[in-house]
T-cell receptor
Framework: AQSVAQPEDQVNVAEGNPLTVKCTYS??????LFWYVQYPNRGLQFLLK??????LVKGSYGFEAEFNKSQTSFHLKKPSALVSDSALYFC????????????FGQGTTLQVKP | SAVISQKPSRDICQRGTSLTIQCQVD?????MFWYRQQPGQSLTLIAT?????????ESGFVIDKFPISRPNLTFSTLTVSNMSPEDSSIYLC??????????FGPGTRLTVT
């Protein structure tokens, strides 16, 4: 069965420090991976995706993610965190049945402190 | 990307009643989905809204409880029927645009009392 795991419920980081939000996946076939962010009382905003090609994917708001096939991971990163990055982050994988639906991880709350 | 709107943005409903949520997209899309996000939880797919045919429901979701309409390629509705407090959630529609990117509406926050 396909699945996505985000092992950390919450990540705390000081403003200006690098941040990493972890994600591992389990799929059959080639993975199509996504990161979304949800601010309080808002919908989900697309950050970035990995389909194929370069393992380092750059996305919105200075975020990037590194695809690692051997470790089945797709960690979200940012070199310098901002207080405004504080939000709920979801990793997702596209279902391999080609129906377009996404399978989401449980989410990680990122708290950036001044 | 796509501009997706949902109505209502939030509602408080009494148990036993029904609520219909609308999702409007500013362009024609083939794939449209409805997700549920229960309090403090991740997103779970309810169904795929198919244009011109019956929706495809995920395990644990049934048409009698969550009837869906998709009359054209820019619009869909989700009805939450015979509501109970357990239906209190955020309901989000989403569409696939371009190279597999899926965009979400702002969500409808439903509270059932």
């Amino acid at each position: 069965a396909q699945s996505v795991a985000q092992p950390e419920d919450q990540v705390n980081v000081a403003e200006g420090n690098p941040l990493t939000v972890k994600c591992t996946y389990s799929v059959s076939g080639n993975p199509y991976l996504f990161w979304y962010v949800q601010y309080p009382n808002r919908g989900l905003q697309f950050l970035l995706k990995y389909i194929t090609g370069d393992n380092l994917v750059k996305g919105s708001y200075g975020f990037e993610a590194e695809f690692n096939k051997s470790q089945t991971s797709f960690h979200l990163k940012k070199p310098s965190a901002l207080v405004s990055d504080s939000a709920l982050y979801f990793c997702a994988v596209r279902d391999s049945s080609n129906t377009g639906k996404l399978i989401f991880g449980q989410g990680t709350t990122l708290q950036v402190k001044p | 990307s796509a501009v997706i709107s949902q109505k209502p943005s939030r509602d408080i409903c009494q148990r036993g009643t029904s609520l219909t949520i609308q999702c409007q997209v500013d362009s024609q899309v083939t794939m449209m989905f409805w997700y549920r996000q229960q309090p403090g939880q991740s997103l779970t797919l309810i169904a795929t809204a198919n244009q011109g045919s019956e929706a495809t429901y995920e395990s644990g979701f049934v048409i009698d409880k969550f009837p869906i309409s998709r009359p054209n390629l820019t619009f869909s509705t989700l009805t939450v029927s015979n509501m109970s407090p357990e239906d209190s959630s955020i309901y989000l529609c989403s569409v696939v645009i371009g190279a597999l990117e899926q965009y979400f509406g702002p969500g409808t926050r439903l509270t059932v009392t």
